[in-house]
T-cell receptor, first 113, second 112 residues
Framework: ETGVTQSPTHLIKTRGQQVTLRCSSQ?????VSWYQQALGQGPQFIFQ???????GRGNFPPRFSGLQFPNYSSELNVNALELDDSALYLC????????????FGPGTRLTVT | AQRVTQPEKLLSVFKGAPVELKCNYS??????LFWYVQYSRQRLQLLLR??SRESIKGFTADLNKGETSFHLKKPFAQEEDSAMYYC??????????????FGQGTILTVHP
């Protein structure tokens, strides 16, 4: 079992609200990538943080924002929640940018009503 | 734009039968291709990557650049292979390096 953890496990929010999801990277990992997985779909890349700086962003609006802390843990913030934001949010940490060294967390299930 | 297509959402085979999960991709540049697997109640995990050219749990996948395909194969399926399988790609360099584009996934069910 890897050391990537995510919190909370699941939560329910109302349309228009804001939410913060958290990811603790595995020890020694300085890169965190976030993905959104809608029901029945594959994960979709949101953005990546490398050594506290954003290092690439997928096709998501600015109301999706993130942060990486000095200990390399990370947050994903979503403002003005919409029904379509309901999904499983995955984070993956790695010791660098190489994909084959990315380890995924268990995910946070977000439901927007 | 880069894209990964898995044409089969569901695939059922019997134990001992060969299995092939299809994956096609489009990418302008040099991609790195991967197969990920998610067993029931477990995390998404890397199964294999084309660069390593290895066999994992009896699975192999060959990158065919002419057909832009990266099909996953196993000659004799086992019940424990039942899982969700995702094909994914990343750029070998440039801005796509380190970021994965996933297909929609194929649910493989191996019947006894």
């Amino acid at each position: 079992e890897t050391g990537v953890t995510q919190s909370p496990t699941h939560l329910i929010k109302t349309r228009g609200q804001q939410v913060t999801l958290r990811c603790s990277s595995q020890s020694g990992h300085n890169t965190v990538s976030w993905y959104q997985q809608a029901l029945g779909q594959g994960p979709q890349f949101i953005f990546q943080y490398y050594r506290e700086e954003e290092n690439g962003r997928g096709n998501f609006p600015p109301r999706f924002s993130g942060l990486q802390f000095p200990n390399y843990s990370s947050e994903l913030n979503v403002n003005a929640l919409e029904l379509d934001d309901s999904a499983l949010y995955l984070c993956a940490s790695s010791p660098g940018l190489a994909v084959n060294e990315q380890y995924f967390g268990p995910g946070t299930r977000l439901t927007v009503t | 734009a880069q894209r990964v297509t898995q044409p089969e959402k569901l695939l059922s085979v019997f134990k001992g039968a060969p299995v092939e999960l299809k994956c096609n991709y489009s990418y302008s540049g040099s991609p790195e291709l991967f197969w990920y697997v998610q067993y029931s109640r477990q995390r998404l995990q890397l199964l294999l990557r084309h660069i390593s050219r290895e066999s994992i749990k009896g699975f192999t996948a060959d990158l065919n650049k002419g057909e832009t395909s990266f099909h996953l194969k196993k000659p004799f399926a086992q019940e424990e292979d039942s899982a969700m399988y995702y094909c994914a790609l990343s750029g070998l360099g440039g801005t796509s390096y380190g970021k994965l584009t996933f297909g929609q996934g194929t649910i493989l069910t191996v019947h006894p």
